[in-house]
């Protein structure tokens, strides 16, 4: 009998050794980019009729015009003239554009690593005036890194199933934590005007010059001409976090996910770097004025951070900024700047309108519910604000009662 | 392999199932028994109690139990046996089949180690994703030992390869480019195992 009990034990341990391992089948959908090669894009560079908005980015104005991005796919032209009826005017196509820019007639737009810069003069007739290519080289995409030689003009779902083996042992778990992949205004000159940007855009216009910001140097380019703007150099900022780009007379206030950087560009063409205004890092669009930086805090997975506020900082002496007082708020994003008021995005807050005449004591004295804002332009009583499900004009002539006057929807 | 154990596994149940229908004597046992469990990662136990009907050498019934490798499950599952030869000391085969269903207990869910925070955590998904399970399955084949006294009351030591089985779903993001999707995603989670148990018959 002990023989049969030894020849079974080691039977046994022979056939189920293998089998035990903790295994684990993981089914994911994932999303395979569909490239075409430049050239092919930019032949297809072109305006149409309007169309339904999507998922929609950045915003610009200029001169009665709201340009829109639509993400990765191009930019809806909506003309708000009359802000209680707004009107969308036409879709131009640009694959792979998340930044955009008007100055005069032109629209800079970035075709994934090339500037382009498209006439609208006719915004149902663009055309394409001037490609500077590989300028923006470096695209990050949440864990993927594109083939920057092609243009990605859509994303197609696939769902699949993976099998692994957990690796664990005995005693003691191998515990695996992933750090979080953090990727994430204007002024006149002569008779060619600039529009007005988001505090989330990556791209500036001051004077003649476009400025532009990824996530680690700013870029500048001439756009003296502006249908044919020209590459003029690069700025290492020093961070691998910058987010957004503000400017405001003769200065860059650049937010980074660790401070708020300020560059002198009285030489327009070589910006010189007066200093830096940290704080946790975080999520921090940028606005000012000629007295204070207003920075929105937020914390989020991109991001990381737990801070949820607005900073109001004193850069009367743009080489030593201090902050003068943080205020909570729920989860803020973009923000704009009017005199006294500040209009900030609070997220599922909606828009909030807060007097900051006295930065110290700092008061909410409006706010519109009723949508999840994203960001916002404040152009003198009317405000532009990009929602979740669609831009919204808000009139806050009178601050404290602020008045949805139209809302252009997106479908979804 | 694994596929072959289960069907193992379903005969043993099914077979002497349709066997005892045909008789009309049978006995009631009942094996409370404990287990310790050898898998990938750490050692761990269950406890378990089977309810069973003794005719001819089968013995088949139902069983229950807690297990606690990995994190708390309950096994719940029709079991089979074959005792073989007539004396009291005799060796026997038996296999199990049925659903294994999560009780997580309240540190377990807490933790970042065990089963669905796990998953988590290694596809980096935040630690608040929504998420639920779906019982599994719970599948054995094992071989053992009896040391009965004349009433086959006694002691019976065995060992067994027993898989449960999970599924672990959860809300997540996946982007497309500068745009995030809402999916759903999935983890089929098994856990393979060897099994050492004392058992007592009642």
């Known amino acids: 009998m002990k023989q049969w009990l030894s020849i079974a034990a080691i039977s046994f341990a022979i056939m189920f050794a293998s089998c035990v391992k903790d295994e684990y089948k993981r089914s994911y959908t994932y999303y395979r980019p569909v490239y075409k090669t430049k050239q092919q894009v930019r032949n297809e560079v072109q305006s149409s009729l309007p169309r339904t908005i999507g998922t929609a980015g950045k915003l610009f104005y200029k001169d009665g015009y709201v340009f829109l991005n639509e993400l990765e796919k191009g930019v809806h032209i909506i003309d708000i003239k009359n802000p209680s009826q707004p009107k969308v005017v036409s879709f131009v196509a640009i694959p792979g554009c998340v930044d955009l820019a008007v100055r005069g007639n032109i629209l800079y737009a970035d075709l994934t690593t090339d500037l382009i810069a498209i006439d609208i003069s006719n915004p149902l007739q663009v055309k394409v005036t001037q490609v500077l290519e590989g300028v923006f080289p470096h695209r990050y995409y949440n864990e993927f890194r594109a083939d920057t030689s092609r243009v990605i003009i859509d994303w197609v779902r696939v769902d699949t199933s993976v099998w692994n083996t957990e690796h664990v042992s005995w005693g003691l778990e191998e515990k695996q934590f992933f750090a979080m992949t953090s990727d994430s205004y204007s002024s006149a000159s002569g008779t060619v005007t600039n529009g007005v940007g988001g505090s989330m855009a990556r791209f500036a216009l001051s004077d003649d010059r476009l400025y532009t910001v990824s996530s680690s140097d700013l870029k500048l380019f001439n756009t003296s001409v502006p249908e044919k703007p020209s590459y003029i150099k690069q700025v290492n900022i020093g961070s691998w976090s910058i987010e957004t780009i503000f400017p405001y007379g003769s200065n860059l206030f650049i937010g980074s996910q660790t401070g708020m950087f300020i560059y002198d560009i009285s030489n327009k063409d070589n910006p010189t770097y007066l200093s830096k205004f940290e704080h946790a890092r975080v999520c921090d669009p940028v606005v000012a004025d000629s007295k204070y930086a207003y920075i929105t805090l937020r914390s989020g997975s991109a991001c990381g951070g737990f801070t949820n506020q607005v900073d109001i900082v004193n850069i009367e002496k743009l080489t030593s900024p201090y902050l003068v007082k943080s205020y909570s708020l729920t989860h803020p994003l973009g923000l704009a700047v009017d005199r006294n008021y500040l209009l900030i995005c609070d997220d599922t807050e909606g828009l909030r309108i807060m007097d900051a005449s006295d930065p110290s004591a700092v008061k909410q004295i409006g706010q519109l519910k009723g949508f999840t804002s994203y960001d916002v332009i404040a152009l003198g009583g009317l405000g532009l604000v990009s929602a979740q499900n669609g831009l919204y004009l808000v009139d806050y002539s009178n601050p404290a009662n602020p008045a949805l006057l139209s809302t252009v929807a997106y479908s979804k | ?202």
Not at chain 2, 126 to 135: G, I, L, M, V
Not at chain 2, 156 to 173: I, R
């Open chain 2, 1 to 202: 392999m694994k596929k072959k154990i289960l069907l193992f596994s379903l005969c043993m149940n099914i077979v002497p199932l349709y066997m005892l229908a045909q008789t009309a004597k049978w006995m009631p046992v009942l094996v409370p028994e404990a287990g310790l469990i050898i898998g990938a990662a750490e050692p761990s136990g269950d406890w378990r109690a089977n309810a069973l009907l003794a005719k001819n050498g089968w013995q088949l019934g139902l069983g229950g139990g807690m297990d606690y490798y990995r994190y708390r499950s309950v096994p719940v599952y029709l079991q089979a046996r074959r005792q073989f030869g007539k004396t009291k000391m005799k060796p026997f085969a038996f296999a199990s089949g049925g659903l294994n269903v999560d009780a997580l207990t309240e540190s377990e869910k807490a933790s970042s180690d065990p089963i669905i925070t796990l998953a988590i955590w290694r596809e980096n998904l935040p630690a608040n994703a929504a998420h639920h399970y779906d019982p599994g399955w719970y599948a054995e084949a094992g071989a053992g030992y009896a040391f009965l006294n004349k009433k086959q009351h006694g002691l019976m030591l065995s060992a067994s390869w027993v898989q449960k089985t999970t599924k672990e779903w959860y809300e997540t993001t996946t982007w497309a480019g500068y745009v995030s999707q809402p999916s759903q995603e999935s983890t089929m989670h098994y856990f393979n195992r060897l099994v050492f148990r004392v058992a007592w018959q009642f």
